[in-house]
């Protein structure tokens, strides 16, 4: 089901359905979600421009140039590793 196609007929439908036909109606609407959220995730994903970073970090008192490059990088690894699912500590929740 798309998202466009919630309309009055689908309302009509959908109000006059019994427990098992609304149980299956919805079940096949978290399936449409859950594979459209895994093609999301599965799609190659770019790392956003950090451009200007080190100098905003310098700003903060104690944080000097190298302190400054390390955090940084940490954080261009970082990103890094949550677009390819690289992450072992990531959130995602097992389907059951």
């Known amino acids: 089901m798309k ?13 006059k359905m019994d427990r098992c036909q609304m149980q299956v109606f919805f079940n096949q609407v978290f ?3 859950y594979a459209a ?3 999301d995730m599965s799609e190659e994903r770019q790392v956003p421009e950090l451009i200007g970073l080190e100098e905003k970090l310098q ?3 104690g944080i000097g140039g190298a302190k400054a490059r390390a955090i940084s990088e940490t954080v261009k690894k970082f990103f890094v590793g949550k677009g390819t ?3 072992e500590n990531s959130s995602a929740v097992p389907r059951e």
């Open 85 to 87: 699912g690289a992450d």
């Open 3 to 15: 998202r466009e196609d919630f309309n009055r007929k689908m309302y009509d439908r959908v109000r």
């Open 59 to 61: 700003e903060i008192r």
């Open 37 to 39: 959220g895994v093609k």
């Open 31 to 33: 399936d449409s979600g």
